[in-house]
């Protein structure tokens, strides 16, 4: 048996109207397009006279690898600059490279660059006599719609490189696969029970 229940007229004309107003109007208003992302790529190097290579020392070229690695920039030519990458990014272990990526709330970024640093996530730094890493800025970028390759740069102050990839050289050989410690904690000897 059926229990129906019924409803006065006006109220179920006035129920089916608003139902259909509801489908065609959404709840929500439309959105923007949302902004893609801007993308700065390249490569970094430095030069250094190798010792190694003879009396002579002649001018070689080397990646930086496993710098820490920032985009900075601006959205509208009146913003302040800021640091656009949240986390630690770092350049490429083969060959120096990069490629840096943000999405903007606009449709195009007012300036952007990108910000090495002697320093590798603060495990280590080559840094000046004030303990300040060196730094340098890749030339900046002004009014970007779509990414950009920067080709291949290279980094001013060669013999703060030439350290800091050295010490990556050192690290990549250190004995300790278990921990971020230059080397394997020593086991000592526990004596023998009485």
């Known amino acids: ?11 179920a004309t006035m129920s089916t109207a608003l139902l259909a ?13 949302a902004a893609s992302p801007i993308c700065l790529s390249g490569k970094l190097q430095y030069d250094y006279q190798s010792a190694e290579a003879g009396r002579g020392k002649p001018t ?43 999405t903007p709330t606009t449709a195009t970024m007012s300036s952007m660059w990108v910000r090495f640093s002697t320093e590798s996530t603060k495990l280590w730094k080559v840094s000046d006599g ?3 890493v060196y730094t340098f800025d890749s030339p900046t970028k002004t009014d970007l719609a779509a990414g950009a390759d920067l080709g291949t740069l290279k980094a001013s102050n060669a013999r703060a490189w030439h350290a800091f990839d050295t010490i990556n050289i050192l690290w990549w050989a ?5 921990s971020d410690c230059w080397s ?5 000897a526990t004596p023998a029970p009485n």
């Open 130 to 132: 004030n303990g300040t």
């Open 174 to 178: 250190r004995n300790n696969p278990v």
């Open 184 to 188: 394997t904690p020593r086991r000592t």
């Open 21 to 33: 107003a509801a489908a065609v109007v959404p709840l929500t208003a439309p959105s923007a397009a």
């Open 60 to 102: 070689l070229t080397k990646p930086v690898r496993n710098a820490n690695v920032q985009l900075w920039g601006k959205e509208k030519s009146t913003d302040t600059p800021r640091r656009l990458t949240a986390d630690y990014q770092y350049t490429a272990v083969a060959d120096g490279g990069f490629n840096l990526c943000y």
């Open 1 to 11: 048996m059926a229990i129906g229940i019924r409803l006065p007229r006006g109220f």
